[in-house]
Every structure is written in C-alpha cells, then in structure tokens.
C-alpha cells in the first residue's frame, strides 16, 4: 500500500520557470490537499479538492494552480516560480473532509529551491 | 476559527512518560480534537483525536479536559523514535476545506537517552 506518493523528492528552479509537482494516493479517498511548510512554521493550506473535478483555494493559493481530473492524482503547478516560493511542499489526503473521523495521510513532501 | 496553544518545545527522558499540553479555550461543541506528528524530513502523521471523552489506541492517549478548553496528549514510554514536532489542531465536525485543519507551530519534542 504505497498510500501518499509525491514527486519528486527535491527540485531547483530559476525564477520563471514553471513545473509540476505530482501527487498521487492509492486510498480512493476523496479529499487532497496541498500544504507549504516554511522553515520554523507550521503547514498553511494552499489549495484543496473534496472530490474530481473540485478545487478550492486554500490561505496562501497565489502563484499556484491545481486541477483534480481524477480521484488518484492532484498536481499542484507552479505558473512562475519566485524564491518566495522555495518551501517545503506536502500533499494529503483524506477519505472525507465532512465528519471528523477521516485523519489527513501525508507524502513525504517535495523540497523545492527557487533561485 | 479556534485557535490552540503549545508550548515551543519540552524535554523528557526515554523510557518515561511525556504529557504534551494544548490550550484550546475557545473550542465549539462541534469542534474535534486532533493530534498529529511530524518526525524529521517526513510529513505530519495522524496520532490520535477525540471530541469529550479520553481516547487511547496504540500509539498515545488523548486526555481532555472536562470543559474541553484544554487537553494532553500523553506517550507512555517515550523511545527516542518520539523525537518530533507535535501538532495539537481543531477540526470542525462539519469539515470545510479551507478551515479543516489549520497547524500552528506545534511542540518540538527532544527525547534525551
């Protein structure tokens, strides 16, 4: 049961180049979530899905688009990459975000470095 | 939204109990209590949460307090495995994306051998 899976594990970007970060959880669960975590902060919210074809955005979503095609896979994209934007990246998932039995599963994150 | 208090950090020995404290004194009668870890270079993991009555499954127990305003959670045996950030988070019962979980900074838990 691999359960939460992101890649890639590290990244460097100059400012202005765009990628994908990838995550993909093999639980059918409905809810995904995208976190940033800085250095010596908590985790903020960016973007998340309650299900296919649904996203919200989250505390921090500028800079960052997302889609969710499928119940499995939820990209985060970056347009434009700044070094503000240099964190740690955690993606997770949840059966259901309704009720409060249904525990977040985290990968193990994409550390990523604008210059 | 709810908030919570942690302090920064705490030091326990291994081998002996850690009662780890969260003040969340303006907590709804909706709201859940939920406890998650973060050990070094890895995601949060869920721990354990509750609602009024105490909890215990196999990793921790969750003690609240009987007016909910504040509650601990307490490994029985620390191993230097339990060197993590502890997050003590509200989460509405009626769920909502944005406000689900919100983590603050936690308590950076050193476990001396």
């Known amino acids: 049961n691999a359960g939460v899976t992101q890649t890639p594990k590290f990244q460097v970007l100059k400012t202005g180049q765009s990628m994908t970060l990838q995550c993909a959880q093999d639980?059918?669960?409905?809810?995904m979530s995208w976190y940033r975590q800085d250095p010596g902060m908590g985790l903020r919210l960016i973007h998340y899905?309650?299900?296919?074809?649904?996203?919200d955005q989250g505390e921090v979503p500028n800079g960052y688009n997302v889609s969710r095609s499928t119940t499995e896979d939820f990209p985060l994209r970056l347009l434009s990459a700044a070094p503000s934007q240099t964190s740690v990246y955690f993606c997770?998932?949840?059966?259901?975000?309704?009720?409060?039995?249904?525990?977040?599963?985290f990968g193990n994150g994409t550390r990523l470095t604008v210059t | 939204d709810a908030k919570t208090t942690q302090p920064n950090s705490m030091e326990s020995n291994e081998e002996e109990p850690v009662h780890l404290p969260c003040n969340h004194s303006?907590?709804?009668?909706?709201?859940?209590i939920h406890w998650y870890r973060q050990l070094p270079s890895q995601g949060p993991e869920y721990v354990i949460h509750?609602?009024?009555s105490n909890v215990n499954n196999r990793m921790a127990s969750l003690a609240i307090a009987e007016d909910r305003k504040s509650s601990t959670l307490i490994l029985h045996r620390a191993t230097l495995r339990d060197a993590a950030v502890y997050y003590c988070?509200?989460?509405?019962?009626?769920?909502?994306?944005?406000?689900?979980?919100?983590f603050g900074k936690g308590t950076h838990l050193i476990i001396q051998p």
């Open positions: 997770a998932s949840s059966y259901s975000m309704t009720g409060s039995h249904s525990p977040l599963h």
């Open positions: 303006t907590i709804s009668g909706t709201d859940y």
């Open positions: 899905s309650v299900g296919a074809g649904i996203t």
């Open positions: 988070i509200l989460q509405l019962d009626s769920g909502g994306g944005a406000d689900g979980l919100t």
């Open positions: 639980m059918n669960h409905e809810y």
């Open positions: 509750g609602l009024t």
